[in-house]
């Protein structure tokens, strides 16, 4: 986190550069039209076959809701949606294929890991969560790997942690609380650990790689390694003590060797000590509030 990166883009302006009550309000109208859109497209899915092409496209449309919040968002606050989010900064292959790495080292230390949790809940009464998804591998394909990255990416990292990163004092601290905002956004605790985990790692990498496309390769490849695992490996796999041994071993590996053999991009952003801006009452209630609400949806999903 106290890397010296390189200095931004000259023709980035720093006058619009976002803040914590650009995290806050962009999370919180996020969050009440992701709330919305599953309302509405919920009961859709609920009148039509599980697994059908309409219950298929109310899940993208959901995905591709959130992306259309982050862009109206620094549309409304002008701001160029393209530039803020650091999509005109081509992705870096050393810092993406490094972090693709640790994801996917990661994936396979948090399986095993998920499962033995789950079995202690069941052992205390809970039921055991689960994605829930129907196993059809091309439409998985289709709308549950590329789509979720580009418009998750948008908010979470575009948007959400380089507001928290540049409006918080303490850098190390927003990367956790921007990953704690991700996993706590899907409401799934089946993946509320990994998810925590991947949260933290993409922010990382936008700070240091530059680029938003380096997070959607990166999330992109979670998602499809998952996919793909799902249809692929036996499920003995996903339990071994081997499995979690060697994903633990290459993902802290990996990570370590990212952070002192990789040295941060050309198009790396230092927030340097840019003074805090104070709560701006109305992003900061809007923030609690869907907060709140999300912590409740968790809950329910137990």
Not at 43 to 48: A, E, H, L
Not at 250 to 262: D, E, K, Q, T
């Amino acid at each position: 986190m106290n890397d010296k990166h390189a200095a931004a883009s000259p023709e980035r302006d720093d006058s619009q550069q976002l803040n914590k009550n650009d995290a806050f309000m962009c999370f919180g109208i996020t969050a009440l039209v992701y709330v919305a859109l599953s309302a509405v497209l919920g009961s859709v899915q609920n009148t039509v076959e599980k697994g059908s092409a309409v219950w298929w496209i109310c899940l993208v449309v959901t995905s591709l809701g959130l992306g259309a919040c982050a862009a109206v968002y620094l549309r409304c606050t002008h701001r160029n949606p393209w530039k803020q989010a650091t999509l005109d900064v081509a992705p870096n292959p050393l810092h993406t294929v490094f972090v693709c790495v640790c994801v996917l080292g990661l994936m396979c230390f948090m399986a095993p890991l998920t499962n033995w949790i789950y079995d202690l809940m069941e052992k205390a009464g809970l039921p055991r969560p689960s994605v829930n998804l129907p196993r059809q591998l091309v439409p998985l394909l289709l709308t549950a790997t590329f789509v979720p990255a580009v418009c998750e990416e948008l908010v979470f990292r575009g948007v959400v942690a380089q507001g928290l990163v540049r409006g918080m004092r303490n850098k190390t601290l927003a990367v956790v609380v921007s990953g704690a905002l991700f996993s706590l956004f899907h409401a799934n605790p089946a993946q509320t650990l990994h998810q925590f985990a991947v949260g933290c790692l993409l922010s990382v990498l936008l700070i240091r790689g530059g680029s938003l496309w380096s997070c959607v390769i990166v999330h992109f490849v979670n998602n499809l390694a998952a996919v793909v695992c799902e249809f692929v490996l036996p499920e003995a796999v996903f339990t071994s003590w081997i499995t979690c041994l060697v994903g633990g071993v290459v993902a802290i590996g990996s990570f370590v060797a990212y952070i002192l053999l990789v040295k941060p991009a050309p198009h790396a952003f230092d927030p340097g000590e840019r003074q805090t801006t104070p709560f701006a009452p109305v992003p900061t209630m809007l923030f609690a509030l869907s907060v709140v609400v999300f912590v409740v949806l968790w809950v329910v999903a137990l």
